[in-house]
Protein backbone atom coordinates (compact mmCIF):
# COMPACT_ATOMS: atom_id res chain seq x y z
CA UNK A 1 0.00 0.00 0.00
CA UNK A 2 1.27 3.29 -1.06
CA UNK A 3 1.01 6.13 1.38
CA UNK A 4 0.70 9.60 1.34
CA UNK A 5 0.09 12.49 4.07
CA UNK A 6 -0.99 11.30 7.12
CA UNK A 7 -0.32 7.59 5.87
CA UNK A 8 -3.55 8.54 3.45
CA UNK A 9 -3.25 5.61 0.89
CA UNK A 10 -2.67 7.03 -2.60
CA UNK A 11 -4.94 4.67 -4.20
CA UNK A 12 -8.00 6.27 -2.79
CA UNK A 13 -7.23 8.95 -5.84
CA UNK A 14 -8.00 6.67 -8.37
CA UNK A 15 -11.79 6.26 -8.52
CA UNK A 16 -12.87 9.31 -7.49
CA UNK A 17 -16.35 8.87 -8.43
CA UNK A 18 -16.91 5.73 -6.58
CA UNK A 19 -15.53 6.79 -3.65
CA UNK A 20 -18.05 9.45 -3.94
CA UNK A 21 -20.47 6.75 -4.22
CA UNK A 22 -19.65 4.95 -1.08
CA UNK A 23 -19.52 8.44 1.23
CA UNK A 24 -22.90 10.39 -0.15
CA UNK A 25 -25.19 7.23 -1.81
CA UNK A 26 -24.68 4.10 -0.13
CA UNK A 27 -24.79 5.42 3.17
CA UNK A 28 -28.65 5.79 2.18
CA UNK A 29 -28.66 3.04 -0.83
CA UNK A 30 -27.80 0.06 1.56
CA UNK A 31 -30.86 0.71 4.34
CA UNK A 32 -33.62 1.68 1.51
CA UNK A 33 -33.12 -1.42 -0.34
CA UNK A 34 -32.47 -3.66 2.56
CA UNK A 35 -35.57 -2.38 4.00
CA UNK A 36 -37.78 -2.69 1.03
CA UNK A 37 -36.42 -6.24 0.82
CA UNK A 38 -37.41 -7.14 4.13
CA UNK A 39 -40.76 -5.85 4.03
CA UNK A 40 -41.66 -7.64 0.80
CA UNK A 41 -39.79 -10.80 2.54
CA UNK A 42 -41.63 -9.75 6.39
CA UNK A 43 -44.88 -8.05 6.05
CA UNK A 44 -45.09 -6.96 9.44
CA UNK A 45 -41.92 -4.80 9.44
CA UNK A 46 -43.45 -1.70 8.53
CA UNK A 47 -45.96 -2.31 11.69
CA UNK A 48 -43.35 -2.90 13.59
CA UNK A 49 -40.97 0.10 12.93
CA UNK A 50 -44.66 1.83 13.60
CA UNK A 51 -45.38 0.16 16.37
CA UNK A 52 -44.90 2.88 19.35
CA UNK A 53 -45.16 -0.63 22.00
CA UNK A 54 -44.08 -3.07 19.77
CA UNK A 55 -42.85 -6.64 20.75
CA UNK A 56 -39.33 -6.70 21.86
CA UNK A 57 -38.44 -9.76 19.51
CA UNK A 58 -39.78 -8.18 16.54
CA UNK A 59 -37.48 -5.54 17.38
CA UNK A 60 -34.76 -7.69 17.97
CA UNK A 61 -35.43 -8.78 14.12
CA UNK A 62 -35.44 -5.42 13.00
CA UNK A 63 -32.13 -4.79 14.26
CA UNK A 64 -31.04 -8.06 13.35
CA UNK A 65 -31.55 -7.01 9.80
CA UNK A 66 -30.44 -3.50 9.91
CA UNK A 67 -26.97 -5.37 11.36
CA UNK A 68 -27.12 -7.43 8.52
CA UNK A 69 -27.58 -4.80 5.90
CA UNK A 70 -24.60 -2.83 6.71
CA UNK A 71 -22.05 -5.96 7.46
CA UNK A 72 -23.16 -6.55 3.64
CA UNK A 73 -22.17 -2.73 2.83
CA UNK A 74 -19.21 -3.33 5.13
CA UNK A 75 -17.85 -6.62 2.75
CA UNK A 76 -18.44 -4.76 -0.03
CA UNK A 77 -16.70 -1.90 0.84
CA UNK A 78 -13.79 -3.34 1.70
CA UNK A 79 -13.82 -5.17 -1.57
CA UNK A 80 -13.28 -2.41 -3.21
CA UNK A 81 -10.94 -0.89 -1.36
CA UNK A 82 -8.97 -3.87 -1.20
CA UNK A 83 -9.06 -4.37 -4.71
CA UNK A 84 -8.07 -0.60 -5.86
CA UNK A 85 -5.16 -0.99 -3.32
CA UNK A 86 -6.10 0.99 -0.42
CA UNK A 87 -6.73 -1.89 2.05
CA UNK A 88 -9.50 -3.62 3.71
CA UNK A 89 -10.20 -0.23 5.86
CA UNK A 90 -9.26 2.33 3.29
CA UNK A 91 -6.45 3.33 5.39
CA UNK A 92 -3.00 2.10 7.87
CA UNK A 93 -4.14 0.17 10.84
CA UNK A 94 -0.55 0.28 12.69
CA UNK A 95 -0.54 2.58 15.53
CA UNK A 96 1.24 2.70 18.64
CA UNK A 97 0.07 1.55 21.74
CA UNK A 98 -0.38 5.23 23.08
CA UNK A 99 -2.80 6.53 20.20
CA UNK A 100 -5.10 3.20 21.58
CA UNK A 101 -5.50 4.28 24.97
CA UNK A 102 -5.94 7.77 23.47
CA UNK A 103 -8.72 6.64 21.16
CA UNK A 104 -10.75 5.13 24.08
CA UNK A 105 -10.10 7.90 25.95
CA UNK A 106 -10.83 10.53 24.23
CA UNK A 107 -13.70 8.71 22.30
CA UNK A 108 -16.39 9.77 24.77
CA UNK A 109 -15.11 12.94 25.43
CA UNK A 110 -15.52 14.05 21.64
CA UNK A 111 -18.94 12.98 21.81
CA UNK A 112 -20.65 14.07 24.77
CA UNK A 113 -18.29 17.35 25.25
CA UNK A 114 -20.41 19.06 22.47
CA UNK A 115 -23.26 17.29 23.18
CA UNK A 116 -23.51 19.02 27.07
CA UNK A 117 -22.58 22.29 25.00
CA UNK A 118 -25.14 22.23 22.46
CA UNK A 119 -27.52 21.11 25.29
CA UNK A 120 -26.62 24.47 27.15
CA UNK A 121 -27.07 26.48 23.67
CA UNK A 122 -30.52 24.76 22.99
CA UNK A 123 -31.94 25.13 26.76
CA UNK A 124 -30.97 22.18 28.05
CA UNK A 125 -32.14 19.72 24.96
CA UNK A 126 -29.59 16.76 24.47
CA UNK A 127 -27.65 16.61 21.63
CA UNK A 128 -28.91 12.58 21.14
CA UNK A 129 -33.33 13.43 20.48
CA UNK A 130 -34.83 12.65 17.56
CA UNK A 131 -36.48 13.96 15.57
CA UNK A 132 -40.39 14.35 15.85
CA UNK A 133 -41.01 11.72 12.60
CA UNK A 134 -38.84 8.32 14.48
CA UNK A 135 -40.37 5.91 16.53
CA UNK A 136 -38.22 6.07 19.50
CA UNK A 137 -39.53 2.89 20.96
CA UNK A 138 -36.98 1.34 18.73
CA UNK A 139 -34.29 2.96 20.83
CA UNK A 140 -36.00 2.18 23.96
CA UNK A 141 -33.48 -0.10 26.33
CA UNK A 142 -36.34 -2.02 27.11
CA UNK A 143 -36.12 -3.52 23.75
CA UNK A 144 -32.42 -3.67 23.19
CA UNK A 145 -31.05 -7.07 22.37
CA UNK A 146 -27.70 -8.70 20.80
CA UNK A 147 -28.53 -7.12 17.76
CA UNK A 148 -28.88 -3.83 18.62
CA UNK A 149 -25.95 -3.83 20.61
CA UNK A 150 -23.55 -5.67 18.09
CA UNK A 151 -24.78 -2.88 15.59
CA UNK A 152 -24.79 0.14 17.87
CA UNK A 153 -21.44 -0.33 19.28
CA UNK A 154 -19.45 -2.48 16.93
CA UNK A 155 -20.96 -2.46 13.39
CA UNK A 156 -22.05 1.11 13.01
CA UNK A 157 -18.45 2.49 14.29
CA UNK A 158 -16.79 0.33 11.88
CA UNK A 159 -18.33 1.38 8.86
CA UNK A 160 -18.59 4.98 9.18
CA UNK A 161 -15.14 5.34 10.10
CA UNK A 162 -14.02 3.32 7.26
CA UNK A 163 -16.38 5.02 4.83
CA UNK A 164 -15.65 8.94 5.97
CA UNK A 165 -12.51 8.98 7.85
CA UNK A 166 -11.24 6.56 5.66
CA UNK A 167 -12.60 6.60 2.17
CA UNK A 168 -14.50 10.04 2.31
CA UNK A 169 -11.00 11.98 3.80
CA UNK A 170 -8.14 9.52 2.38
CA UNK A 171 -9.76 10.18 -0.91
CA UNK A 172 -10.01 13.94 -0.96
CA UNK A 173 -6.33 14.35 0.33
CA UNK A 174 -4.61 12.06 -1.15
CA UNK A 175 -5.97 14.12 -4.34
CA UNK A 176 -4.37 17.34 -2.87
CA UNK A 177 -7.50 18.89 -0.89
CA UNK A 178 -6.56 21.16 2.13
CA UNK A 179 -6.17 19.16 5.28
CA UNK A 180 -9.18 21.54 7.16
CA UNK A 181 -11.36 21.76 4.09
CA UNK A 182 -10.99 18.11 3.57
CA UNK A 183 -11.95 17.42 6.89
CA UNK A 184 -15.35 19.78 6.97
CA UNK A 185 -16.71 17.61 3.61
CA UNK A 186 -15.83 14.69 4.57
CA UNK A 187 -17.35 15.72 8.21
CA UNK A 188 -20.51 17.33 6.29
CA UNK A 189 -21.06 13.88 4.10
CA UNK A 190 -20.93 11.99 7.61
CA UNK A 191 -23.71 14.45 9.15
CA UNK A 192 -26.25 13.88 6.05
CA UNK A 193 -27.30 10.09 6.95
CA UNK A 194 -28.31 11.36 10.72
CA UNK A 195 -30.93 13.37 9.53
CA UNK A 196 -33.16 10.84 11.99
CA UNK A 197 -31.85 13.14 14.49
CA UNK A 198 -32.85 16.56 15.88
CA UNK A 199 -31.31 20.46 14.79
CA UNK A 200 -28.93 19.79 18.16
CA UNK A 201 -27.60 16.33 18.05
CA UNK A 202 -26.82 17.23 14.15
CA UNK A 203 -24.96 20.02 15.72
CA UNK A 204 -23.00 17.27 17.59
CA UNK A 205 -22.77 15.07 15.23
CA UNK A 206 -21.01 17.19 12.70
CA UNK A 207 -18.47 18.38 15.46
CA UNK A 208 -18.06 14.58 17.11
CA UNK A 209 -17.51 13.99 13.20
CA UNK A 210 -14.88 16.61 13.29
CA UNK A 211 -13.14 15.22 16.40
CA UNK A 212 -12.79 11.55 14.69
CA UNK A 213 -11.41 13.45 11.47
CA UNK A 214 -8.55 15.07 13.47
CA UNK A 215 -8.19 11.67 15.23
CA UNK A 216 -7.28 10.26 11.90
CA UNK A 217 -4.98 12.84 10.66
CA UNK A 218 -3.29 13.29 13.63
CA UNK A 219 -2.34 9.46 13.95
CA UNK A 220 -2.35 8.94 10.73
CA UNK A 221 -3.92 5.15 11.31
CA UNK A 222 -7.74 4.65 10.83
CA UNK A 223 -7.76 2.36 13.75
CA UNK A 224 -7.80 5.12 16.41
CA UNK A 225 -11.20 6.55 14.89
CA UNK A 226 -12.71 3.60 14.96
CA UNK A 227 -11.93 2.98 18.34
CA UNK A 228 -12.41 6.24 19.62
CA UNK A 229 -16.00 5.79 17.82
CA UNK A 230 -16.98 2.84 19.58
CA UNK A 231 -15.69 3.73 22.80
CA UNK A 232 -18.06 7.13 22.86
CA UNK A 233 -21.17 5.22 21.46
CA UNK A 234 -20.17 2.72 24.46
CA UNK A 235 -20.43 5.41 26.95
CA UNK A 236 -23.69 6.58 25.29
CA UNK A 237 -25.07 3.18 25.32
CA UNK A 238 -24.55 2.82 29.18
CA UNK A 239 -26.02 6.32 29.94
CA UNK A 240 -28.77 5.65 28.24
CA UNK A 241 -29.39 2.88 30.15
CA UNK A 242 -29.10 4.29 33.22
CA UNK A 243 -31.46 7.26 32.38
CA UNK A 244 -33.62 6.24 29.53
CA UNK A 245 -35.40 8.75 27.36
CA UNK A 246 -38.71 10.12 28.04
CA UNK A 247 -41.37 8.62 25.87
Known sequence: MELGPYKTPLALAREPFTAGFWALCAPFLFPVIGSALLAFIWPAYTATIQDTSPDANAVGLVWAAFATFSLVQFAILSFWSERI???????????SANWLVAAILLGPPILLGPNLIIGQFFGGEQGWEYSTDVNEALFA?????????????LLAPMLEEVTYRGVALGALL????????????ST?????PHLQYSLPALSVVFIAGMGFAWLRVASGSILVPILAHISANAMITFLASLSPPAG
Open 174 to 185: SRNVPTVMAMVI
Open 141 to 153: PDNWGPAYLVYAL
Open 85 to 95: GAGAFAGSVDT
Open 188 to 192: AAFTL
